[in-house]
């Protein structure tokens, strides 16, 4: 059983983010979208929206920077592909971004 928050945190793959896959996204000073960091999911080989501290949902304005990032990311067409459903990991706020093959990945700091 998992004691403190900390305990919490470390034992959650989404909190560590080895970096396991790509990554587009992690500048933890960035004031706008310093909250959250941007990878490939391990299991959906998409891009993966994770909120950087360990909460259950991203608030409004949060969801809204996450739109922003994407856009800046991917161009503004990747924004329909934001995918909010959170199947696996329930307990830990992020979006999948199914974007289609072919599509263009890029990255920013």
């Known amino acids: 059983m998992l004691d403190t928050r900390e305990d919490l945190e470390l034992s959650c793959p989404l909190c560590v983010r080895e970096k396991l896959t790509q990554w587009y996204y992690n500048s933890p000073n960035n004031p706008k ?7 490939d999911c391990k299991t959906c080989k998409v891009p993966l929206v994770v909120h950087r501290v360990h909460v259950d949902r991203f608030t409004n304005e949060e969801r809204m920077s996450v739109v922003a990032l994407v856009q800046k990311l991917f161009g503004s067409d990747a924004v329909k592909y934001i995918d909010w459903t959170m199947r696996n990991a329930r307990d830990h706020a992020h979006c999948h ?10 990255g920013v700091s």
């Open 97 to 106: 971004v199914r974007l289609p093959k072919g599509f263009a990945r890029g």
């Open 33 to 39: 979208w310093g909250f959250a960091v941007v990878f």
